[in-house]
Nanobody, 122 residues
Framework: VQLVESGGGSVQAGGSLRLSCEAS?????MAWFRQAPGKGREGVAA????????YVDSVKGRFTISRDKMNENTLYLQMNDLKVEDAATYYC????????????????????WGQGTQVTVS
């Protein structure tokens, strides 16, 4: 499965961006991770099937993960009210089977990764 992200960029604090990830094949669990310089890879949000979602506490109420209604292989991350601490490289990830209420955060449980897209917040 190949994953291709797009939609990163630079934005001022309080602004919005939408990230997209196109998967070559359907995977039940898809997620967004991020990695800032000098830090580990952090699970941001995950979606199981069409609508069961999980979020890290720091983005709840600001970020929304979703799949395209017409093409479930396309994943989105709508990011609103961006903060300086949200700046990172964002990665799309996918794995076979369910996300898991705990394991969704574990990067080593994902089989497939995109190349990453940079988000800068100033």
């Amino acid at each position: 499965v190949q994953l291709v992200e797009s939609g990163g960029g630079s934005v001022q604090a309080g602004g919005s961006l939408r990230l997209s990830c196109e998967a070559s094949r359907f995977r039940h669990c898809m997620a967004w991770f991020r990695q800032a310089p000098g830090k580990g890879r952090e699970g941001v949000a995950a979606i199981d099937g069409p609508r069961d979602t999980e979020y890290v506490d720091s983005v709840k109420g600001r970020f929304t993960i979703s799949r395209d209604k017409m093409n479930e292989n396309t994943l989105y991350l709508q990011m609103n009210d961006l903060k300086v601490e949200d700046a990172a490289t964002y990665y799309c990830a996918a794995k076979n089977g369910p996300c898991g209420s705990v394991s969704w955060r574990a990067a080593d449980t994902y089989n497939h990764w995109g190349q990453g897209t940079q988000v800068t917040v100033s």
